[in-house]
């Protein structure tokens, strides 16, 4: 007597299964009665290109490096005449404090400052630190003074903080809040970018500046005849 073997059915099974029309994956797309359309023949569009600028070098990053000092009140906080280079990326230490931050990319310009937390590691609440819309209001202005601020394409996108957590078996666990933090994310023309554009602001007592992460090449725009997008 032939037999077949159980694994010869189960493929049999499974092809029977695939080619069964209610078991394929629809593609059709359905939209929204609300969807709107653009006209490709009436539109405007618009491209966008980065990586435009000039490369810096030692000199002209210390003169984009130096208002963003003054403004933080940490002119004195780094070693500007010796900075440690890895890659394109220029690092500057602080003799103050070791988990302060200063670095500089001269390929895309990104620019990171952190005056560290050497003020700020006692168990206790920094006093008086800047919350809701007036932390926005006080990261706009630093912002402004700085010319970094981009209203056209520049949205918030968080308002949070920097906390210390500390345990101990008399009195439990305690949070402290160190920092009020404020991230501005880009849009063009209504459309969120994703990836590497960000501006981060980490404001102390009072709104008091103490970082800055600045993320923001510069954008070229130009824009694109309906022509040139149909066939």
Known sequence: MRTIAPYTIILF??????????????????????????DYEQASFNTYQTGLGSRLNKTNALKAIEPLLRL?????????????????????????????????DLRSGDLTLNKGMINYRMDESTKELAKGDTAIRLAKEYLQKLNFLDEKNMVVAHIGGVNMG?????????????????????VLNRIPVIGHSRIILQLAEKGALHGVIW???????TPVKAEQLLP
């Open 72 to 104: 933080a009140n940490a002119e004195k906080y780094f070693d500007l005449l010796k900075p440690l280079e890895e890659g394109d990326r220029l690092w500057y230490q602080s003799a103050k404090d070791p988990s302060a931050v200063l670095n500089i």
């Open 166 to 186: 500390l345990h101990n078996e008399h009195e439990g666990g305690r949070v402290f809040e160190k920092f009020t933090t404020v991230r501005f994310d880009r």
């Open 13 to 38: 099974f499974f092809i029977a299964s695939c080619n069964n029309p209610e078991n394929r994956v629809k593609s059709k797309i359905s939209y929204s009665q609300n969807t709107l359309f653009p």
């Open 215 to 221: 993320q923001w090449s510069p954008l070229v725009e």
